[in-house]
T-cell receptor, first 114, second 116 residues
């Protein structure tokens, strides 16, 4: 079974600074998808970024980028120029390539301070 | 695009009653929808996978007779919590894959259920 571990329960960052959220996972699959989802206080889950394991290039979406290390089974999220609206709980998630179930990590609460 | 709605957003009911939660994909067809449960400050726990026109697949430990799922059309799945008890109080979230794909899921805004 796949597991996803987020070792940082809570983090804080000053507005405009950069923060990195950690995620590691365990799987015997060779091809899969990895995701970062954001859940703000409204509790609406929002897809932040998606990575396909067979692609070596790290995914980026504006201020959000990932550091995908397949051999180390690591998938960290970097948020640049942090904004107050980035305050949320962030979930790392795994999905098998031929599957459809998302396996979520425990989440990291990120607080952006002004 | 890829908007998923849930109704109601909040519901309070008495113990022993049943509650139905609707999940709709507003601008796309969703062959597969998913139902999650989330406790405060915790992660999402997958309850079941709902497939249009067929029976839902429940995760281990989830009572299928208590949490009835119906996926009658390509845009609507419903979760009915039968004979609700206070321990069923939680935040319920649905998600859907667009156009038969499930490699990216779009989430509804969630439903907060409180059972008195």
């Amino acid at each position: 079974a796949q597991t996803v571990t987020q070792s940082q329960p809570e983090m804080s960052v000053q507005e405009a600074e950069t923060v990195t959220l950690s995620c590691t996972y365990d799987t015997s699959e060779s091809n899969y998808y990895l995701f970062w989802y954001k859940q703000p206080p409204s509790r609406q889950m929002i897809l932040v970024i998606r990575q396909e394991a067979y692609k070596q290039q790290n995914a980026t979406e504006n201020r959000f980028s990932v550091n995908f290390q397949k051999a180390a089974k690591s998938f960290s999220l970097k948020i640049s120029d942090s904004q107050l609206g980035d305050t949320a709980m962030y979930f790392c998630a795994f999905m098998k390539h031929e599957g459809n179930k998302l396996v979520f990590g425990a989440g990291t609460i990120l607080r952006v301070k002004s | 695009g890829a908007v998923v709605s849930q109704h109601p957003s909040r519901v309070i009911c008495k113990s022993g009653t049943s509650v139905k939660i609707e999940c709709r994909s507003l601008d796309f067809q969703a062959t597969t929808m998913f139902w999650y449960r989330q406790f405060p400050k915790q992660s999402l726990m997958l309850m079941a996978t709902s497939n249009e026109g067929s029976k839902a697949t429940y995760e281990q430990g989830v009572e299928k007779d208590k949490f009835l799922i119906n996926h009658a059309s390509l845009t609507l799945s419903t979760l009915t919590v039968t004979s609700a008890h206070p321990e069923d109080s939680s935040f319920y979230i649905c998600s859907a894959g667009r156009g038969g794909r499930t490699d990216t899921q779009y989430f509804g805004p969630g439903t907060r259920l409180t059972v008195l």
